[in-house]
């Protein structure tokens, strides 16, 4: 699934100082797990707050976000005090068509379950039909469970009637 994020700066406003100074954007900044990355993925704090109000998988109180990085294909879990805002002078994703996230839903290891996993990445650009940056094939998921607590099945198996993509 792709959810389309449009971001309310565009690379016009960038060159002009006067703006530049005037128009700070903030952003929700996750840290990829992995030791060997450590990337900081960049998210609008608006895709951050509907996941997390829309989470139904609750850990000793907190939301959880399944996010796979786009650059070395870990997947972990983070809870929101393990995000930070940071303003930015400029729109990092100023692209064209926004800032896309995509979404997939995995079956877990339960044949039995009717739940499953929702895992979280940045698609390749915002088009209605973009893949996810990294392909599910080179995600490695670590502590990702369904809803119910299962982990997730190995290789990755995706729950077709759920998978979807809108703009």
């Known amino acids: ?12 406003t960038i060159g002009r100082s006067s703006e530049r100074r005037s128009r700070l954007i903030t952003l929700s900044v996750l840290t990829c797990k ?4 450590q990337y900081d993925i960049l998210l ?13 998988l609750v850990h000793a109180g907190n939301e959880i976000l399944n996010f796979v990085c ?22 990092p994703y100023a692209l064209a068509d926004g ?5 997939e839903s995995l079956r877990c290891v339960e044949e039995q379950c009717s739940t499953h996993a929702r895992v979280h990445t940045m698609a390749t650009n915002g088009c209605a ?14 502590g990702i ?7 997730v099945r190995e ?8 998978r979807s993509r809108v703009a």
């Open 1 to 12: 699934m792709i959810i389309h994020l449009t971001l309310p700066m565009n690379l016009a």
């Open 34 to 37: 992995n030791d060997e990355c």
């Open 44 to 56: 609008q704090r608006s895709f951050v707050r509907e996941i997390f109000s829309h989470s139904r």
């Open 70 to 91: 786009h650059h070395c294909g870990s997947g972990n879990r983070y809870y929101p005090s393990e995000l930070r805002e940071q303003e930015f002078s400029f729109d």
């Open 99 to 103: 800032q896309s996230v995509f979404h």
């Open 129 to 142: 039909d973009a893949a996810p940056t990294k392909p599910l094939a080179e995600w490695q998921l670590h």
């Open 145 to 151: 469970t369904c809803c119910d607590g299962h982990q």
């Open 155 to 162: 290789p990755l198996k995706v729950v077709a009637k759920l």
